[in-house]
């Protein structure tokens, strides 16, 4: 069965760029009541006038954000889009401390703690779809990114033990795992995108992967597809594929 969107309240974390906002387009489009999370005003009432959304100004690394989002939506989420993230590129041994602690409060922390704000509401009323959008970088590896890969690899192993405990309780979580995008966050992190593979998606090419993940209860979807393979021979042959990954920079 597809889920229904019309009329739900949808939150989207990261919602005045990217991805996120190209999500609370989308949803719009479908009906949702979109409650948009940034910490831009100027960018989120720029968005809120884009989607008709309900804008929800919060640092998502503060200890209270998580009440704060829910209170914007007015105590009930029907869908939750975990999208929010900031990245840094370099040698481990370069990062700053503080850049080291912002990737994991925004990347991982603040998706855990506003999942575990909304899901009670959802196993009450058995209903809800929890989103999370990892990265390849989740599943590969990628060297000048270690703290960014290590954080969007904890989304995927909370995205997987989540849908086990929500088995048959009417809960759906998708795992969103994109390559590269064309988004303003390779500019935010100060170092272009230069890899050859993969070749960029558009943001909404990876909402309209979030849409369908929602709509048909999909557990996990690469952008592009084909990213799947790879993410799998990592895991069956790790060695070769640490060394192709070399060649390709």
């Given at each position: 069965?597809?889920?229904?969107?019309?009329?739900?309240?949808?939150?989207?974390?990261?919602?005045t760029?990217?991805?996120?906002?190209a999500?609370?387009?989308?949803?719009?489009?479908?009906?949702c009541?979109?409650?948009?999370v940034?910490?831009d005003?100027?960018?989120l009432?720029r968005?809120?006038?884009q989607?008709?959304?309900?804008?929800?100004?919060?640092?998502?690394?503060s200890?209270?954000a998580?009440?704060?989002?829910v209170?914007?939506?007015?105590?009930?989420?029907?869908?939750?889009?975990n999208?929010?993230?900031?990245?840094?590129?370099?040698?481990l041994?370069?990062?700053p401390?503080d850049?080291?602690?912002?990737?994991?409060?925004?990347?991982?922390?603040?998706?855990?703690r506003?999942?575990r704000?909304?899901?009670?509401?959802?196993?009450?009323?058995?209903d809800?779809?929890?989103?999370?959008?990892?990265?390849?970088?989740?599943?590969?590896?990628?060297?000048?990114?270690a703290?960014?890969?290590?954080?969007?690899?904890g989304l995927?192993?909370f995205?997987?033990?989540l849908?086990?405990?929500?088995?048959?309780?009417?809960?759906?979580?998708?795992?969103?795992?994109p390559?590269?995008?064309?988004?303003?966050?390779?500019?935010?992190?100060g170092?272009?995108?230069?890899?050859?593979?993969?070749r960029?998606?558009?943001?909404?090419?990876?909402?309209?992967?979030?849409?369908?993940a929602v709509?048909?209860?999909?557990a996990?979807?690469?952008?592009?597809?084909?990213?799947?393979?790879?993410?799998?021979?990592?895991?069956?042959v790790p060695?070769?594929?640490?060394v192709l990954q070399?060649?390709?920079?």
């Open positions: 069965m597809r889920r229904r969107l019309d009329g739900a309240t949808a939150v989207v974390t990261g919602a760029s990217g991805i996120g906002l999500t609370s387009r989308l949803l719009a489009d479908h009906g009541r979109v409650v948009l940034g910490r005003q100027v960018a009432r968005a809120a006038r989607t008709g959304g309900v804008e929800c100004l919060v640092d998502l690394t200890p209270d998580a009440d704060t989002v209170r914007a939506a007015g105590g009930q989420v029907d869908l939750l889009v999208n929010a993230g900031v990245g840094w590129a370099g040698p041994e370069a990062m401390a850049q080291l602690g912002s990737l994991v409060e925004i990347n991982l922390v603040a998706p855990l506003l999942t704000a909304v899901l009670p509401r959802m196993l009450a009323r058995g809800g779809h929890l989103v999370l959008v990892s990265s390849i970088a989740g599943y590969m590896g990628v060297a000048g990114e703290v960014y890969a290590a954080t969007k690899a995927r192993a995205a997987d033990s849908r086990l405990e929500a088995a048959d309780r009417g809960i759906g979580v998708s795992l969103i795992v390559g590269a995008v064309d988004t303003n966050f390779f500019r935010r992190r170092q272009p995108y230069s890899r050859r593979l993969p960029m998606a558009s943001a909404d090419a990876v909402a309209r992967e979030v849409l369908h709509q048909r209860d999909t996990e979807v690469f952008v592009p597809r084909w990213l799947r393979l790879p993410a799998r021979l990592r895991g069956a060695r070769a594929v640490d070399r060649r390709l920079g």
